[in-house]
């Protein structure tokens, strides 16, 4: 297991910047061993994918809906993901979560570890 810990988020209008931080704790487990995705939600929908990346930074992958426009980084030693978003649209507004697993997948079904969630709204 690993404790998860976000921070950032917040209110920017249309075409602007965030960017959100996942900060791991190494509680039982090494953060380096897992998988790092986001995932966000928004009122009335289903939790949908973001955007993931493979331990140690090896690959990234993303959504369509925000590839080319956000970017998913690590820095190991902050044992610390970043979720940059740019160019943001209204409909990127949810609760943004991190999370963490061996499993290197899409599903949210498939992480057993997440943050706290983070809202981020955006305006015209």
């Known amino acids: 297991q690993v404790r998860l810990v976000q921070s950032g988020g917040g209110l920017v209008q249309a075409g602007g910047s965030l960017r959100l931080s996942c900060t791991g704790s190494?509680?039982?487990?090494?953060?380096?061993?897992?998988?790092m995705a986001w995932f966000r939600q928004a009122p009335g929908k289903e939790r949908e994918f973001v955007g993931r990346?493979?331990?140690?930074?090896?690959?990234?992958t993303y959504a369509d809906s925000v590839k080319g426009r956000f970017t998913i980084s690590l820095d190991n030693a902050k044992n610390t993901v970043y979720l940059q978003m740019d160019s943001l649209k209204l409909e990127d507004a949810a609760v943004y979560y991190c999370?963490?697993?061996?499993?290197?997948?899409?599903?949210?079904?498939?992480?057993?570890?997440w943050g706290q969630g983070t809202q981020v709204t955006v305006s015209s």
């Open positions: 999370a963490a697993d061996r499993r290197y997948s899409i599903r949210p079904t498939d992480y057993d570890n």
């Open positions: 990346l493979w331990r140690n930074g090896y690959m990234t």
């Open positions: 190494d509680s039982g487990d090494t953060f380096s061993n897992y998988h």
